[in-house]
Each structure stands twice: as C-alpha cells, then as structure tokens.
C-alpha cells in the first residue's frame, strides 16, 4: 500500500493569531499568567496577553518552566490575522 499525505484544510479561525508562514498554530503555552500561541514547525511564538484564561492557574512552576525553555528557543513574531471587513456586526459600529 502506498502512503499518501493528506493535505490539512487552512485554519479559518484566527482566535489566538496563527502562524505568518503557514497560517496554523500549535495551540497555546503559559508562562506564568502570560499566553504563547506557537507553530512548533516552524518554532516561532507570539504573546497573546496575560490572565485572560484561567488555566495558568492549574499548572505548576515545573509547567512555566518546561514552557519557557521551549519558547526561549522560538523566534517572536507577528501573528497572521484575516483581514476584517469594517462592520463585523458587532453591534457598536450599527448605531447612529
């Protein structure tokens, strides 16, 4: 049998910010309260805020630790954004 890699579909949600290469990310790392979104292939990060998910908080010093080794060793980026239309339908930008 003949193996074939099948391509992943694009990420269409930029939440967190995705990779300025190949558009994906890695999920997120905690360093302390301060989120790293990464794209372990091609070892860039970038910081996406401190104390906006509480799950910093059930991991240890060891965790922050392991984290920033690994990041100390990825370049800081820029995240890739889709462009936004100007009235997302947010609410605010419809009122007169």
Known sequence: MTRMDIPRPPFTDDYGGLCPICHRNDGM????????TVCHT???RWSIGSNLFSGW??????D???????????????PFLYPR????????SNRS
């Open 29 to 36: 790392l905690n360093v302390g309260k301060t989120h790293w």
């Open 42 to 44: 091609h070892k860039v």
């Open 57 to 62: 908080r059930n991991e240890t010093e060891e």
């Open 64 to 78: 922050w630790e392991r984290n920033s080794k690994l990041l100390s060793a990825y370049e800081d980026v820029a």
């Open 85 to 92: 239309d100007e009235d997302d339908g947010g609410g605010d």
